[in-house]
């Protein structure tokens, strides 16, 4: 190809840019998956640490979530922390969410975060303030908040825990 066959081919690109969405960026996970794996891994270190509770909810959650063997989702989650600990901001991670899932879809992963902020039994202020930050984010707020928080009450294994010090 000439140099003038190649700038045009490059101009062309620029200006009609192939579509990337959610589930075709970040290959070998679609792209949703890794973000939920990271946000969820976002909401777990928030204060601090990730404690083995966490963890094992992280594990349970994107496991049964996403319908993934235990080493596919080991997998996943390792490739979410690469990705996360690289990136500057959550914002990329949550706008993948939000396009990839619907409404229902994103009240559930929040329901999820509120499962990982209890599963050691304790809600740290910090922890909640990330929940409501990022379900914001996802366009989950109000009423579809308090739901997902119920949801997460509802489901078994999870203690009702105060605000720790």
Do not use: N
């Amino acid at each position: 190809m000439t140099a003038p066959g190649m700038l045009e081919a490059l101009l062309s690109l620029l200006r009609d840019p192939p579509p990337a969405t959610a589930d075709t960026v970040g290959a070998p996970f679609p792209r949703r998956e890794l973000a939920v794996a990271a946000l969820l891994l976002e909401v777990a270190q928030c204060d601090r640490g990730i404690g083995a509770e966490e963890t094992a909810a992280i594990q349970r959650i994107v496991t049964s979530r996403l319908g993934l063997d235990v080493k596919t989702a080991a997998d996943l989650i390792t490739a979410a922390r690469t990705e996360f600990d690289a990136s500057l901001d959550d914002w990329i991670f949550a706008t993948a969410v939000r396009e990839g899932f619907d409404l229902a879809e994103r009240i559930a992963i929040v329901g999820q975060m509120w499962e990982l902020v209890y599963a050691d039994g304790q809600l740290e202020r910090l922890e909640e303030a990330v929940v409501q930050r990022l379900a914001g984010e996802l366009g989950v707020t109000g009423d579809d908040l308090e739901a997902a928080r119920a949801q997460a009450f509802a489901r078994d294994g999870i203690v009702r825990g105060g605000h720790g010090e």
